[in-house]
């Protein structure tokens, strides 16, 4: 069974820092990755996603993540977070399997000090 | 308008009850879905369910039963609670996937269920 993983729990930075946020999964496969972000109190919105083609993908707010298919990785990255950018984040993996489901990783908490 | 919503948004009930929490999805979507997030906010796939196929996660224990009045509604019936099912249970949905392929997936707000 597919695994995936966020060896980021908590991380703390100061506005205008960049952000950094480390996804592995183990799936040998073709696979498609997600990025979702939990706003306090609120429900999961997508940021981005990889199917296919560039590797390099940009989503909303300013966000990108890199698929690096021989390190099994696709990480989240910031130039520069803001305040507004504290929240919970979760990497997911769907790995072709039937009923389209998703496995999450642990999530990582991100609390941007102003 | 709310693409994905879910009632009630905080459910507190004693052990050994029957309860439902209600899914309903108003993008046209044919595969609906349940996530159980627990106090370490880690998600967990429950049910993937459209008109055709039900997909159910192999560690979900048989108290959980989803139930589909129509297309847009998938309800989350649980049967004799326990302490352990404590948790934010997550609604999505995403366009069909019987036809192969990955769809992206639109979150309700979660429902907080506490179970005393």
């Known amino acids: 069974a597919q695994s995936v993983s966020q060896h980021n729990h908590h991380v703390i930075l100061s506005e205008a820092a960049s952000l950094e946020l480390g996804c592995n999964y183990s799936?040998?496969?073709?696979?498609?990755l997600f990025w979702y972000v939990q706003y306090p109190g609120q429900h999961l919105q997508l940021l981005l996603k990889?199917?296919?083609?560039?590797?390099l993908v940009k989503g909303i707010k300013g966000f990108e993540a890199e698929f690096i298919k021989s390190k099994f990785s696709f990480n989240l990255r910031k130039p520069s977070v803001q305040w507004s950018d504290t929240a919970e984040y979760f990497c997911a993996v769907n790995a072709g399997n039937a009923g389209n489901m998703l496995t999450f990783g642990g999530g990582t908490r991100l609390m941007v000090k102003p | 308008d709310t693409a994905v919503s879910q009632t009630p948004k905080y459910l507190v009930t004693q052990m050994g009850n029957d309860k439902s929490i209600k899914c309903e999805q108003n993008?046209?979507?044919?595969?609906m879905y349940w996530y159980k997030q627990d106090s370490k906010k880690f998600l967990k796939i429950m049910f993937s369910y459209n008109n055709k196929e039900l997909i159910i996660n192999e560690t979900v224990p048989n108290r959980f039963s989803p139930k589909s009045p129509d297309k847009a509604h998938l309800n989350l019936h649980i049967n004799s609670l326990e302490l352990g099912d404590s948790a934010v249970y997550f609604c999505?949905?995403?366009?069909?996937?019987?036809?192969?392929?990955?769809?992206?997936?639109?979150f309700g707000p979660g429902t907080r269920l506490t179970v005393l």
């Open positions: 799936y040998g496969g073709t696979v498609n």
């Open positions: 999505a949905s995403s366009q069909d996937v019987a036809a192969g392929g990955t769809k992206q997936q639109f």
């Open positions: 993008l046209g979507h044919d595969t």
């Open positions: 990889y199917f296919s083609g560039d590797p």
